[in-house]
């Protein structure tokens, strides 16, 4: 079955879904996007997705392209027209096609919006979850405003391409004063021996991930002690468990940091668990699909 994308007001075929060579996001990456995940028909905090996508733009001074209203609107018919029941959709807003100039463009340019959805088989990423994955840390040479989720992911795409050639999943960033901010797609967590979950403030140097925060709101249901604070690659690496949470890969259990097995090399109980309670905690908008 074909694919289906969304292009500035049109839904084209996947193969043929393209934006104009001027595109200020292709050309400056002057764009901002979002991940959401679908999960059995519904979308997983899509609110709070929506709200992050409203403020990166605000952030960037780029126009909102259209209501709140309008924008679920095209979500659902990503969804429906490429029949995804478990996958991600994808959306990205530019700040639209006028010719190359580093200056904004005149006022009235639309923004440009595009929007994709696909099908990933259901438990797949728990198969990936059951072995645990691999980190490696590179030192951090992001801008200092990450906390906006735009379209320029040079040093992340690098950092995860060199964390693919060292046998790792994941490449985590660490600052200049030796604390680990975040992986290049995803948060960073550790468990310490007492049990006690530490991940990073998301006020300076993180994107403030929504699974990061749906794992806070289930670890307050659970009970579970969070320190919201940084942490060395020494601490990481005398941590009982660890591990990634991102739209796409949820709560991905680490195994191993740089060359450094934790525990028994096997995902532990309390990620494990966290993995599969996740969705108790999120908010999930039911899809009525048309024509299944
Ligand atoms: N940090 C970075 C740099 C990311 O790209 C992502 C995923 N988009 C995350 C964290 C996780 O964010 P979320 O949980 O909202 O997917």
Same mark, same amino acid.
């Given at each position: 079955?074909?694919?289906?994308?969304?292009?500035?007001?049109?839904? $084209?075929?996947?193969?043929?879904?393209?934006?104009?060579?001027?595109?200020?996001?292709?050309?400056?990456?002057?764009?901002?996007?979002?991940?959401?995940?679908?999960?059995?028909?519904?979308?997983?905090?899509?609110?709070?997705?929506?709200?992050?996508?409203?403020?990166?733009?605000?952030?960037?001074?780029? *126009?909102?392209?259209?209501?709140?209203?309008?924008?679920?609107?095209?979500?659902?018919? $990503?969804?429906?027209?490429?029949?995804?029941?478990?996958?991600?959709?994808?959306? &990205?807003?530019?700040?639209?096609?006028?010719?190359?100039?580093?200056?904004?463009?005149?006022?009235?340019?639309?923004?440009?919006?595009?929007?994709?959805?696909?099908?990933?088989?259901?438990?797949?990423?728990?198969? $990936?979850?059951? &072995?645990?994955?691999?980190?490696?840390?590179?030192?951090?040479?992001?801008?200092?405003?990450?906390?906006?989720?735009?379209?320029?992911?040079?040093?992340?795409?690098?950092?995860?391409?060199?964390?693919?050639?060292?046998?790792?999943?994941? *490449?985590?960033?660490?600052?200049?004063?030796?604390?680990?901010?975040?992986?290049?797609?995803?948060? *960073?967590?550790?468990?310490?021996?007492?049990?006690?979950?530490?991940?990073?403030?998301?006020?300076?140097?993180?994107?403030?991930?929504?699974?990061?925060?749906?794992?806070?709101?289930?670890?307050?249901?659970?009970?579970?002690?969070?320190?919201?604070?940084?942490?060395?690659?020494?601490?990481?690496?005398?941590?009982?468990?660890?591990?990634?949470?991102?739209?796409?890969?949820?709560?991905?259990?680490?195994?191993?940091?740089?060359?450094?097995?934790?525990?028994?090399?096997?995902?532990?109980?309390?990620?494990?668990?966290?993995?599969?309670?996740?969705?108790?905690?999120?908010?999930?908008?039911?899809?009525?699909? *048309?024509?299944?």
């Amino acid at each position: 079955m074909s694919r289906v994308a969304y292009v500035n007001g049109q839904y $084209v075929p996947h193969s043929h879904a393209a934006v104009h060579v001027e595109d200020r996001g292709y050309q400056f990456s002057d764009g901002v996007y979002e991940v959401c995940e679908v999960w059995r028909g519904q979308i997983v905090d899509m609110t709070a997705h929506l709200d992050r996508l409203d403020r990166s733009l605000s952030e960037l001074q780029i *126009a909102s392209p259209m209501s709140r209203a309008a924008l679920v609107q095209v979500m659902k018919e $990503v969804i429906s027209l490429n029949r995804v029941k478990n996958g991600l959709i994808y959306m &990205q807003v530019s700040r639209g096609v006028a010719p190359r100039d580093h200056y904004f463009p005149p006022a009235g340019t639309l923004p440009s919006v595009v929007m994709t959805a696909k099908s990933v088989p259901a438990g797949k990423m728990d198969k $990936v979850a059951e &072995q645990g994955v691999g980190v490696i840390t590179v030192e951090e040479n992001r801008w200092d405003r990450v906390d906006i989720k735009t379209v320029g992911l040079l040093p992340n795409v690098l950092a995860k391409q060199k964390a693919k050639e060292a046998g790792a999943r994941e *490449a985590w960033f660490v600052d200049k004063n030796g604390l680990i901010t975040e992986g290049g797609s995803t948060n *960073a967590w550790i468990i310490l021996k007492n049990g006690t979950l530490v991940t990073r403030p998301a006020t300076h140097g993180i994107l403030k991930g929504i699974t990061r925060a749906g794992v806070l709101k289930l670890a307050e249901m659970k009970g579970f002690s969070v320190e919201e604070r940084g942490f060395s690659l020494e601490e990481a690496k005398s941590a009982q468990e660890a591990f990634l949470t991102s739209a796409s890969g949820l709560v991905m259990p680490v195994v191993k940091i740089n060359e450094t097995i934790l525990g028994d090399g096997r995902p532990g109980p309390i990620v494990q668990d966290l993995r599969k309670s996740f969705h108790e905690a999120s908010e999930l908008i039911k899809l009525e699909v *048309a024509g299944g």
